[in-house]
Nanobody, 123 residues
Framework: QVQLVESGGGLVQAGGSLRLSCAAS????????VGWFRQPPGKEREFVAA????????NYADSVKGRFTISRENAKNAVYLHMNSLKPEDTAVYYC????????????????WGQGTQVTVSS
């Protein structure tokens, strides 16, 4: 089983940027597709972005296209979410998740979850 730990969250003003990191332990991430998800206050968890095991393909939610970029460095066993032009509505707990295929992640089908990191965007 792969264990995931997110970091990089914090408080940022609208229009600012943050980079979230997802690090793995226990097993290598290189065999997994990895995704980012978020849960805004009082709402359900939602898909944000996903990347295939080799970084060759990515998927994004419409709400973040053009502003967020997912990337990975398998040599460092890490996946990143670069968030630009942040908006107050991006405020949420952000989770990374790993699974066999990006399609599973988009559908949030039983990925391995991290514990989450808080991102707060002030207006």
């Amino acid at each position: 089983q792969v264990q995931l730990v997110e970091s990089g969250g914090g408080l940022v003003q609208a229009g600012g940027s943050l980079r979230l990191s997802c690090a793995a332990s226990g097993r290598t991430l290189s065999g997994y597709a990895v995704g980012w998800f978020r849960q805004p206050p009082g709402k359900e968890r939602e898909f944000v972005a996903a990347i295939t095991w080799n970084g060759g393909n990515t998927n994004y939610a419409d709400s973040v296209k053009g502003r967020f970029t997912i990337s990975r460095e398998n040599a460092k066993n890490a996946v990143y979410l670069h968030m630009n032009s942040l908006k107050p509505e991006d405020t949420a707990v952000y989770y990374c998740g790993a699974g066999p295929f990006t399609s599973n992640l988009v559908a949030m089908k039983n990925p391995y979850w991290g514990q989450g990191t808080q991102v707060t965007v002030s207006s």
